[in-house]
């Protein structure tokens, strides 16, 4: 499989992000920070490398999963108004034959946050996604994992760990 299909596959989990200067990321903290947006994800394994970086994104690669790890963070004055369900369709848009495998609600950073589990299409390849969306203080904030079905409990671990981690760093309003 093309490593490059899973870097894109990250760049479209993440949305179309306007050009803007690259964020603050510790490799030390595992803190990304772009503007009064601040948050901190997970540690993850020593294969996953950092691929992708831009406004309140970042997204690693893992050669032997063949998986794609990212989180991506949007304020907007409209952030909570939009229902978890829809922003995480919105991440799939550019997918083909969607079967959603699971969806529920879990507990992150002491909000409610929709986790799904989707079998899909990209380009005709079939990849799985695990989403977590989550709506905090004005933000939208989505970790995602996606990999080839067949490799993708390669890196789950590490994506729980990444998940689990996560922190928003900002003031409550």
């Known amino acids: 499989m093309d490593p490059r299909r899973f870097v894109l596959c990250a760049v479209l989990v993440g949305g179309c992000l306007p050009h803007t200067p690259l964020p603050r990321w510790s490799e030390a903290s595992k803190e990304l920070c772009q503007g009064g947006m601040c948050y901190r994800v997970g540690e993850l394994g020593p294969?996953?490398?950092a691929v992708h970086r831009e406004a309140g994104s970042i997204g690693f690669f893992d050669a032997q999963s063949g998986g794609v790890i990212?989180?991506?963070a949007t304020c907007r004055d409209d952030a909570e108004a939009t229902p978890l369900r829809n922003l995480t369709g919105q991440l799939l848009i550019g997918y083909t034959e969607r079967e959603i495998r699971e969806e529920?609600?879990?507990q992150l950073a002491e909000r409610d946050a929709l986790y799904s589990r989707v079998d899909?299409?990209?380009d005709g390849v079939p990849i799985t996604l695990q989403l977590y969306v989550i709506k905090r203080n004005g933000c939208i904030f989505d970790l995602s994992y996606?990999?080839?079905?067949?490799?993708?409990?390669a890196g789950q671990a590490d994506f729980q760990r990444f998940v689990d981690g996560f922190v928003d760093l900002r003031r409550r309003k």
């Open 47 to 49: 294969s996953w490398q």
């Open 70 to 72: 990212e989180s991506n």
């Open 104 to 106: 529920r609600t879990v």
């Open 120 to 122: 899909a299409k990209l």
């Open 146 to 153: 996606a990999a080839p079905p067949d490799r993708q409990s």
